[in-house]
């Protein structure tokens, strides 16, 4: 993986569909220049999302090549493109996350049946690992799901916003017909051997999220009940639409909504220690107003805790 060579300003690398034809675009931010790194043009081969690796060099790409999932690689001036992965037929791919060393690829694969498996690869071998599947003994927190299920159920519908008009849609929380209740998809690296991960509720509605860490990614399915920790307090009276952790991973934040009352979308940000402690709200929207602004939320790396 020869690095680009000599000095490069700061760039922005982005995704953009055009009809048919998805293009992989860098901006640079010092000049205002942009450039075409890639193009797919049919409907069958597509670029679907893009993220920087940790040392700026590379672009991991989610791709559909002739209508198969892939992860992809590519250099950030578009030379040196590279397949790492391709997914079976009929089978998805969600996240992809390169370590900070860079030696390791986290993503989770969803299957025709709507079975999600968290796959680790090895990015010096080539070796692929499975690190938590539905389908092995002792797959983590099948209760909490169910606790999860039963208590939004019993309560308001989940709601939503009219993409269209802005107004707020509530639709009946379902969920669907899978005895596994979580899966895991992979978002932020913690060091190059621990990861944190969304554990979310697979039902019809709003998704509910559980934070979750993986210790220690040389463990493999086998000890997945034992290597998985759940570290977001999920409340009895609300849940979490998104999540974040502060840079220094000592602290967790959520936006969160009420499972009780009227139909409303978020509208509190809450944190909490990674080691346990009380939840503190660190902003409330106004009682009865149809507040957007908690509803997804991402941290400044530079933001002090």
């Known amino acids: 993986m020869p690095p680009l060579p000599g000095d490069h300003h700061p760039q922005l690398v982005y995704v953009s569909q055009q009809g048919d034809t998805s293009i992989l675009q860098r901006y640079d931010v010092?000049?205002?220049?942009?450039?075409?790194?890639?193009?797919?043009?049919?409907?069958?081969?597509?670029?679907?999302?893009?993220?920087?690796?940790?040392?700026?060099?590379?672009?991991?790409?989610?791709?559909?090549?002739?209508?198969?999932?892939?992860?992809?690689?590519?250099?950030?001036?578009?030379?040196?493109?590279?397949?790492?992965?391709?997914?079976?037929?009929?089978?998805?791919?969600?996240?992809?996350?390169?370590s900070p060393d860079q030696r390791s690829l986290v993503f989770n694969q969803e299957?025709?049946?709507?079975?999600?498996?968290?796959?680790?690869?090895?990015?010096?071998?080539?070796?692929?690992?499975?690190?938590?599947?539905?389908?092995?003994?002792?797959y983590p927190e099948i209760t909490q799901g169910l606790r999860q299920t039963t208590l939004m159920s019993e309560h308001a519908p989940t709601s939503s916003y009219d993409k269209?008009?802005?107004?707020?849609?509530?639709?009946?929380?379902?969920?669907?017909?899978?005895?596994?209740?979580l899966i895991y998809v992979p978002m932020k690296w913690v060091s190059n051997n621990s990861v944190y991960l969304f554990g979310m509720l697979r039902a019809s509605g709003a998704p509910l999220h559980q934070l979750a860490l993986l210790r220690d990614i040389s463990k493999d399915v086998t000890?997945?009940?034992?290597?998985?920790?759940?570290?977001?307090?999920?409340?009895?009276?609300?849940?979490?639409?998104?999540?974040?952790?502060?840079?220094?991973?000592?602290?967790?934040?959520?936006?969160?909504?009420?499972f009780v009352g009227p139909v409303s979308p978020p509208n509190a940000i809450k944190m909490w220690s990674i080691t346990g402690g009380a939840?503190?709200?660190?902003?409330?929207?106004?009682?009865?107003?149809?507040?957007?602004?908690?509803?997804?939320?991402?941290?400044h790396p530079h933001l002090p805790s």
């Open 111 to 138: 299957d025709e049946n709507q079975i999600s498996t968290l796959y680790l690869l090895d990015m010096t071998t080539g070796k692929l690992r499975t690190e938590l599947s539905p389908l092995q003994p002792n």
């Open 30 to 98: 010092t000049t205002g220049s942009r450039q075409t790194l890639l193009q797919a043009q049919t409907a069958e081969t597509m670029l679907l999302d893009a993220n920087v690796s940790p040392d700026g060099q590379w672009v991991l790409l989610e791709a559909l090549l002739r209508n198969q999932a892939a992860i992809q690689l590519v250099r950030v001036d578009g030379q040196q493109l590279q397949t790492l992965y391709c997914a079976p037929a009929q089978a998805g791919i969600d996240v992809a996350l390169l």
């Open 223 to 258: 000890q997945q009940q034992s290597n998985l920790q759940l570290i977001s307090p999920a409340g009895e009276d609300f849940g979490c639409r998104d999540d974040d952790v502060t840079p220094d991973n000592s602290q967790g934040v959520c936006t969160a909504y009420a």
């Open 279 to 299: 939840l503190r709200t660190v902003y409330q929207g106004p009682p009865g107003g149809e507040d957007r602004c908690a509803r997804s939320l991402q941290l």
């Open 164 to 181: 269209t008009t802005g107004n707020l849609k509530t639709h009946p929380f379902t969920p669907l017909p899978s005895k596994h209740y």
